[in-house]
């Protein structure tokens, strides 16, 4: 009798797990190919991607190439830059400081950092620990990014700098994505803490969590190898960047570089909402306060480093990140027991469509196919760029030329956040530099009256447009800078004034 027992029971297990295990598999087989096609499609070198459901790491996988020039494959441990992902690592950081009493999310600023200026005096004392977080500082989404990707400034210099950025709103009204504020953020956890942000995240997250190969610098990456490599677009082909982008100047907003391996283990601590195994890194309730709604955007909202949506009536909290060469994305969904963190060595639509892709899947919704409908949405994004710059030709005056001889416009110019650009003549050709930022550069060809158009030394920046304006006296006063498809940079902000 007993034995009948036992095998009824283990019919009846063998039956449940076969008709939950194996769906589940077959949902990951599905993935699987439906990744590898899409590499294909865009031209993708690699790509990464892991998945946590119910507490554990059920796919975890690499796919193409780490670097085109050298066919070494992508695997779970290959390292990424995950750019804005990172934010979250900071205001969990945080979280873990107020869960101390060490500050409160609402302590002002200054309180803290006495040096810290914004534009408005009032803005300066109004500023919250929570709006630096939570993108509502009444400034232009990426603004002022221009001072940190690419310069030669260090943190202390752009956090000097941003209280000459005008806003585009009143304070706490709109929403504007910021990376400065999160780099002050970083700096009042320092204040706090006696450590810095890099040391505070290693110590707190990477090593209690087991994130053994993550860092927050590119040369540590470097030192450690197995690494992907930046990769863009070159006349239709895909070419390797010349080298990584550093983010360490505003590194709280974006430093970290890590891998899928690492990163399953980061959303199993915020599944578990701050705690993984008997390790609790952070509370509950400074969980509850991450995910909570803070400034509003369109139909979705933005919380304490992660943005919040609604998909078949769950909450999703999702943070992309992006580099020049490199796209990254952690989507979790905690009703659900779901999360995912998605790797990319190449700035596409391609991140997305595979997170949508898997996410309807796990979801138990019949997925659209995504990779379509994003290769569609690129294809046309890249039909506009070259609308646009079609559209500048055919407005162009023909037949015209400078105001002045063409030695009358060099000259050293300052814009007073900035900082300096060199305008000067080399074999009887202007040439445009900006100080702070050692690749922005190139030669200034004329367009028409006194603008002249400028494709940048730099790979990551696309063509831009400098108009030259005279003073009474028919002498160079000043430029401006356009470049209407920049992919982070507002040049638009930027008044150089001649200065000798």
Known sequence: MLSKIKMVFSLFTFLFIATNIYPQQAKLDKIDTYIQQAMKDWKMPGFAVAIVKNDTVIFAKGFGVRDIRTNEPVDENTNFMIASCSKAFTTASLSRLVDQGKLKWDDPVIKYLPYFHMYDPWVTKEMTIRDLVTHRSGLATFSGDILWLGSTYDKNEVIKRAQYLKPISSFRSRYGYQNIMFSVAGEVLEAV???????????NFFEPLGMTRSNTSIKEMKEKGNNAWPHRMDNGNVVAHTDYYSIETVAPAGAINSNVKDMAQWIRLQLNKGKIGDKRIFSERQSNEMWSNNM??????????????????????????????MISDV??????KFGMVILSNYETGMVNAIRNYIMDLMMNVEPKDYNKMMLDNWSRRMENFEKENKRREEIRVKNTKPSLPIEKYCGTYEDKMYGKADVSLKEGKLYLHFVPSPTFKGELKHYHFDQFYIDWEDEFLTRGWVKFDMNFNG???????????????IFTELLFEKTK
């Open 475 to 489: 002498e160079i006063k000043q430029f401006t800078v356009e470049v209407p498809n920049s992919p982070d940079f």
């Open 331 to 336: 989507t979790i969904i905690p009703e659900e």
């Open 193 to 203: 803490s006696d450590t810095n942000w890099h040391s505070y995240v290693k110590h």
């Open 296 to 325: 509003f955007l369109g139909n979705n909202n933005y919380g304490l480093g992660w943005f919040i949506a609604y998909n078949n009536g769950k909450r999703v909290l999702n943070h992309g990140g992006g580099m020049p060469g």
